[in-house]
């Protein structure tokens, strides 16, 4: 059974309240959130795209702007190379769309993952070389590519680097770490020593929608002549009277074209392509705090309204069209359909989805995606299933870090298997499969385990691995590979604490504090997800009445509960319907387990953790409560 622990962050809720217009109870959440200032409260609640950061605060972000407005102008071929998952394929959307609006002569190649791996490499090199390309762009990828940059300026090639990922570092003798930037003409990557972005957790498609920022505002300035007069740049401003000031350059104004048409279409383009960056932040499961916030507040919505043909036809496929998106439609419906094309396929169709303008195309590719989406569950099962059969039936069990090899899986699965795994332990995995040049896998992590770190330290069983502190990509021979899980657990430092699965309750409330209007001004919370999660309340000595089970696989129930004062409500469950009647079953028996579904039971009472909600059945709202969790 899961750790419930109770929120207790202090602070004067009813004033947090009176002064935001809101139940006390949601500003308690709001201060389980760490927001602590009237400025954070604010900008949580209220927060808009100004209150996005300035894209020149990336380390490098004018001198990329610089580097490529001169290859557009001598007409340089500029080569685009990203990554085959959600973030890769989204932010070489974004460059792609970015730089042909600037003008420039690019394409765009993503690796595939089986016959090229992760990011950069020498082949993907040779092929730009050999095409006559000048520059190469790398986005969600080449931070830890330094053989591969250094082989193509070796061939005379302009070599520009975006990313997000962590920055390879080595140890020295004093125990400080030197970081390995690549030898790039330019770097952007907010997590470099240097950088002085306020928030460093963007995705490598934000990273990508922020230098398309400075790309269009440098060739708005061009445009106009000047660097001086303010333009209004409406819903998406360009943050060009504070940061060309900065700059320090004034250019005298010129009057031979008009600015608007061309602001107007800059404008369009980055309502655009923040669907995109949404997008991203989301599939990559960043965490949805700070500037991340207001990314996917916002990105949704332009996602439901997108002209792209791309999106368009993805929603349709899966039956999300004219529907209101959250974070699950994009994690958990839309996004994988991304990935599943880059697992199985190749992620370029996803990419020539989003590019291409013929309606009809799109809507071929969508259907593909959604096709290989549906093969790969089955499969991403299977895996699954296997993993847990070699971890109950090896010694695996007792390792508190879990490398799992499984050779005939497919490798696109990895970290999918890897996720699961990590779910049903509690414990930090990785899946190996067995590829054309050794073994190569994925890792996802606990939030007490730094899994880049952990696998920095024996990067000499590798031949490329790169990641962060919760997820992890990583090729070695294979015969390191019990080298490899010998080191991580001789050398773990988790306590038992450190894998009991914990559910953090905000609030312990009786159910009879909810209204249908306390549950929708929990919308103002929103969107929820890694960071930001759906806020759980808690309640003691609820007593099970009556139930029924639903759904075509039986995996649902539904029930008639009653507080201490016999009032009543609708509560439903949607986990492990099995351990939810195991529970039942040893603690009140079986027959009084059976009789809760026959006639009604009068004996069973629980704790339970909720979150209310408003069903909706043929036009009729209701209040019903969600149970998360359960216990004596």
Known sequence: MAKWMVSAKKAD??????????????????????????????????????????????????????????????????????????????????LTAGLRACGAVTDAAIPHRILDGYGLNDRLILDAYEAGIDTIVTCDNGIAAASQISYAKSLGMTV???????????????GSRRECLPEADAVVDPKQQACGYPFDGICGAVVAY?????????????????????????????????????????????????????????????????????????????ELVDENRVIVKYGLRIIERSENYGLQ???????????????????????????????LDTAARALQMFLTEDKAEAVTIAGELKELNDSRKGMTLQGTEQAIDLIEQTGLKEDKVLVVYLPECHESLAGIIAGRIRERYQKPVFVLTKSEDGVKGSGRSIDAYHMYDKMSECKELYTKYGGHKLAAGVSMPEENVEKFRDYLNTHCELSPEDFEEKILIDVPM?????????????????????????????????????????????????????????????????????????????HFGEDERRRLYLTGSDRIRISVIYYPDINVYQGKESLQMVMKDYSI
């Not at 959440?29 to 894209?55: A, C, K, M, Q």
């Not at 520009?160 to 004093?174: A, F, I, S």
Request: proline share 5%.
């Open 510 to 586: 009786p159910m009879s504090y909810v209204t249908p209007a306390f549950v929708r001004q929990l919308s103002v919370l929103e969107p929820f997800g890694n960071g930001n999660p759906k806020p759980v309340f808690a309640q003691k000595n609820l007593k099970i009445c009556k139930g029924r089970i639903l759904g075509k696989n039986s995996n649902v129930g539904k029930y008639l509960v009653k507080d201490e004062t016999d009032r009543q409500y609708d509560m439903v469950y949607f986990g492990n319907m099995e351990l939810w009647h195991d529970f039942l079953t040893e």
């Open 13 to 94: 809720f009813n004033r947090i309240a009176q002064q935001f217009g809101i139940d006390p109870v949601i500003a308690r959440i709001i201060r389980n959130r760490d927001l602590v200032t009237e400025e954070e409260i604010n900008r949580f609640l209220n927060g808009t795209l100004d209150d996005l950061h300035s894209p020149y605060l990336l380390k490098d972000a004018e001198k990329v702007a610089d580097i490529l407005h001169e290859k557009i102008a001598e007409q340089k071929k500029i080569r685009i190379i990203g990554d085959y998952d959600i973030d890769g394929v989204c932010s070489t959307y974004i």
């Open 313 to 343: 036809a993805l929603m349709s496929v899966n039956g999300l069209q004219n529907k209101l998106l959250s974070v699950y439609h994009i994690g958990f419906v839309l996004g994988p359909c991304l990935n599943a094309t880059g697992r």
């Open 210 to 286: 922020k230098l398309v920022q400075v790309l269009l505002a440098k060739g708005l300035v061009e445009h106009r002549g000047t660097y001086t007069e303010k333009i209004d740049m409406d819903v998406f401003p360009l943050p060009l009277e504070t940061t060309m000031s900065t700059v320090g350059k004034d250019v005298p104004r010129s009057p031979r074209r008009s600015t608007e048409p061309v602001l107007k279409e800059a404008q369009k383009l980055q309502r655009e392509l923040l669907a995109f960056a949404a997008f991203a932040t989301i599939g990559d499961v960043m």
């Open 160 to 174: 520009v680097v975006t990313d997000h990922h962590e920055v390879p570092y080595e140890v020295q003798p004093d």
